[in-house]
């Protein structure tokens, strides 16, 4: 298994641009969420899923949008790049039941200009 | 909307010296789970609590979920260099939300 996998692993945007964060797993995981993590601030939940064609709202949701129309997959797309989300993405993933945690993918650095 | 608090923000221990980091919801949770983070890694899976009062060991590492369950804590024993890294609670809501909320970590660095 592969488990989760992140692509790229590094990006540089230039503001107003679009482009889509990969986010793939091997591990036919339910739930699937998007973090990203800046200094000081922890991991921030954008989006989640429950399953594939259910997806929800985190806590920062603005700017990004998500779908899932595999269990596999789950991809996070930027509309308009501001500088404001450069960041580090990381997507996870868990089975749907039980006392498992979250398996988190390698990240994606992004920086934007 | 809910809220995780975390303490310390930094903890610098000397090797042998014991460590603690604590967890405070602003909301009852369902469960808890505590992630460690290597630098310039990713977060890591260590442990779930969910019952009220709950402890469970992992070898040096002993977690706690208060009996009200709105906070933790996680204690390292006798702390050493692969102990290095930063340790995040993260919290899920008792309305069932799969919404995990993570705390802003305590990084931990350990002087051998």
């Known amino acids: 298994n592969a488990g989760v996998t992140q692509t790229p692993k590094f990006q540089v945007l230039k503001t107003g641009q679009s482009m889509t964060l990969q986010c793939a797993q091997d591990?036919?995981?339910?739930?699937m969420s998007w973090y990203r993590q800046d200094p000081g601030m922890g991991l921030r939940l954008i989006h989640y899923?429950?399953?594939?064609?259910?997806?929800d709202q985190g806590e920062v949701p603005n700017g990004y949008n998500v779908s899932r129309s595999t269990t596999e997959d789950f991809p996070l797309r930027l509309l308009s790049a501001a500088p404001s989300q450069t960041s580090v993405y990381f997507c996870a993933s868990r089975v749907g039941a039980g006392v498992y945690g979250y398996t988190f993918g390698s990240g994606t650095r992004l920086t934007v200009v | 909307g809910q809220q995780v608090m975390q303490i310390p923000q930094y903890q610098h221990v000397q090797e042998g010296e014991d460590f603690t980091t604590y967890c405070n919801s602003s909301t009852t949770l369902s469960n808890i789970q505590w992630y460690k983070q290597r630098p310039g890694g990713h977060p890591v899976f260590l442990i779930q609590?969910?019952?009220?009062?709950e402890v469970k060991k992992q070898k040096r590492l002993t977690f706690q979920f208060g009996e009200a369950k709105k906070n933790s804590s996680l204690h390292i024993t006798a702390t050493q260099t692969t102990d290095v890294g930063t340790y995040f609670c993260a919290g899920r809501d008792q309305g069932g939300s799969e919404k995990l909320v993570f705390g802003k970590g305590t990084k931990l660095t350990v002087n051998p």
């Open positions: 591990m036919n995981h339910e739930y």
């Open positions: 899923s429950v399953g594939a064609g259910i997806t």
């Open positions: 609590l969910v019952k009220s009062g």
